[in-house]
Every structure is written in C-alpha cells, then in structure tokens.
C-alpha cells in the first residue's frame, strides 16, 4: 500500500527569518541616503520603535502563552516598525513613534493570532493609526538639507524629539510641507501644479527632491530583492504601472491640475511601498494573477487617494482596503491544477 501526503511537495531554503533579513539589507540604502538628507532623526525614531517592538513583543507573547525568544528573534516584529519609522517625521515627537509601533504590534498582529493570521499589514496598520489621531504631528516633515540649510546632529535631533525645541534655532526654519503636500495646497489655491512642481524640482539634481533620491535608494534595494527572489516583481511592476499609467492619462488631459508621471512616482512613499510594503507575504495575495491584480489595484487607489482625497500620500489606506480584498482576489484567481482538462 502506498502512503500519499499531503501538499505542499515543494521545499526550499527560505525562512521567515532570512527573508526579513534580506529586506533589513534592502533597506540600508535608503536609510543612509535619509540620514544623510533629514539628520539623525530617523535613527533616534528607529531606537525608540525598537524599544517600543521589544517590550510589546515581550508582553504579547507573554499573554498569549507563546515561547518569546523564538518569535521576537524571527525579525518579522522588526521589519513592521521599520516600514513604520520609514513614514513618520524624523523629527517627530518621541511618543508618535512609540504609540504608532504599538498600535501595529497589538492591533496588527497580536490581536489576530500573531505572524501569519494578520489580514491587515501591521506597518501601514500603525501608520493610518498615526495619520487620523494625529495630523498636525504627521503632516510637519524636517525640511532636507539643499531646503533648510541647516543639518541637525545626533543631539539636536533628540533634543527635538523629546522637548520640541532647540535652543537658538527657530522650528520654522527646520520643518515644512513635502512635495506632495506642496502640490496640495497650491491646487487649493487654485496655482498651477506645474508650477508647483518646477518649484519643488529646480536646482535639483536630475530634477529629483531629497524624498526622490531616498525612492531612487529604495528601488534599488528593491531591485536587489527581486533579483536574489526574496519578493515577486508582480507587486511593483503591478503598482508602478497602474499608478504610471493613471497619472500619465490625467497629466497628458490636464497638466495644470495633475502632476507629471515622474513626480508621482518619486515622492512620498511610492517605491517604499511598492518593494517593501504590498510585497508582505502575508497580507498581500499569493496567486500569480492576484498579486498582479492587488498591486495594480494600489496604485489606482494612492493616485485616487492622492488627487482627490484628504491625505496627501494615501499609502497607508490604499494598503488597507485592498486587504480587505485579498480572498476574494486569491479565490477567482487561482491556477489550474496541472493536469486539468477543460
């Protein structure tokens, strides 16, 4: 008699903990080219998140009857707050961070089973958390260097973050609204968002602001991931497509009132999400066609989100709702089992 078990068949060497690891790395460039044009504010909130995941971790795994050491050393807690910390102000008051890492360790992961049971991402969770409870703290970004002329140490920064002043510099000199953010308001105003774009790019290098040069060290790493397999290139091909597509429609219709291909795709978190974010194997689809589909269904909605939404970037929220989306999706596309006939 023959014993037959059950799928999968397949193995390889591939472990939740090395592909967190492989995104960790992926994810250097950007964090030196972010230090090197906001400060050191960055890596205070990436200390104060990891303290934040540790004792949360901790905790949770506690109450939930869970051995800690294995499950807070698989680096999946870690790679949630630095998704997390990439979306915050560098400058940020200390308890943004702190509340917003919680918020997603608790209620994005924990509350559900832990790693693997989550429907939601944890990361973009913790970040929507942060963008509705507190606007006025989301919305004020450490202007770069090339803007501010003024970079802060590693003691200012923390100064800042944990009193909200320096002494002898004025606030007003170091904060200010990001491009997306500038092209907002200037619409409200009813100027030109070519202008407003031309404004944001001038004197800069190959055109890009300091938010495009950290999306240009972002599809780096992510390029590295793809090649060495660590995500499938159906999510950012997906979501940079659709979203290159809708804004070069709109541009080329009416250019005066939305923005070219080239800004959309390279200011706020647009390359941070389309590598590091919709690529979570958990949350995301897992068919071939329907990572295709939930990725290009992102775009859509952060270009949507974008134009004619409330928040500027909308990263956050198109994540979520195509979450939501994620069984139907995996259920009308799944592939045919090899063998079939029609």
């Given at each position: ?9 397949t ?6 903990r090395?592909v ?9 460039p950007a964090l ?10 960055i ?14 971790e901790?905790?949770?795994l506690?109450?939930r ?6 499950f ?6 870690l ?12 400058e ?14 608790i ?19 913790g ?5 509705i ?14 803007l ?8 200012q920064?923390?100064?800042y ?6 002494p ?9 609204a990001?491009p997306?953010n500038?092209v907002?308001?200037?619409l409200?105003?009813?100027i ?5 774009v ?10 890009l ?7 240009v060290?972002?599809?780096?790493g992510?390029l590295?991931?793809?090649?060495s397999?660590?995500?499938s ?9 659709a979203?290159a ?19 959309m ?13 919709i ?19 992102i775009?859509v ?6 134009q ?31 063998g079939?006939q029609?």
């Open positions: 008699m023959i014993q037959t078990t059950s799928s999968p068949f193995h390889n060497n591939q472990s939740v090395k967190m690891m492989q995104v960790q790395i992926a994810a250097l030196l080219t972010h230090i090197y044009l906001f400060g050191f504010g890596v205070i909130q990436w200390m104060l998140a990891i303290a934040t995941m540790l004792v949360v901790y905790i949770m506690k109450l009857g869970r051995p800690v050491l294995p807070i050393t698989d680096m999946s807690a790679i949630t707050i630095t998704g997390l910390v990439f979306c915050i102000p560098p940020a008051p200390w308890w943004i961070v702190v509340s917003g890492s919680a918020f997603a360790l209620f994005g992961k924990h509350l559900y089973g832990g790693l693997g049971y989550n429907p939601f991402n944890p990361a973009m969770l970040y929507a958390f942060l963008l409870s507190f606007p006025a703290q989301m919305t004020q970004w450490t202007l770069p260097l090339d501010s002329g003024h970079a802060l140490n590693f003691m920064s923390a100064h973050i944990f009193t909200g002043q320096i002898g510099i004025s606030l007003d000199a170091l904060t200010g990001t997306l500038a907002r308001n200037g409200s105003q009813g030109d968002v070519t202008a407003t031309l404004e944001q790019t001038q004197n800069q290098l190959f055109g602001t300091s938010w495009g040069w950290v999306n060290a972002f599809m780096l992510g590295w991931m793809i090649i397999r660590a995500i290139w159906q999510f950012p091909v997906g979501f940079l497509g979203l597509l809708i804004s070069f429609v709109f541009n080329q219709y009416d250019p005066t009132v939305y923005p070219p291909t080239s800004f795709l390279f200011t706020g978190g647009t390359m941070l999400a389309a590598f590091f974010i690529t979570d194997p958990v949350t995301a689809s897992t068919t071939p066609k329907g990572k295709f589909i939930y990725a290009c269904g775009g909605l952060v270009y949507v989100i974008r004619w939404g409330v928040f500027p970037d909308g990263i956050a929220f198109a994540i979520i709702l195509m979450n939501m989306a994620v069984p139907l999706i995996d259920q009308y596309t799944q592939p045919r089992v090899f079939h029609r």
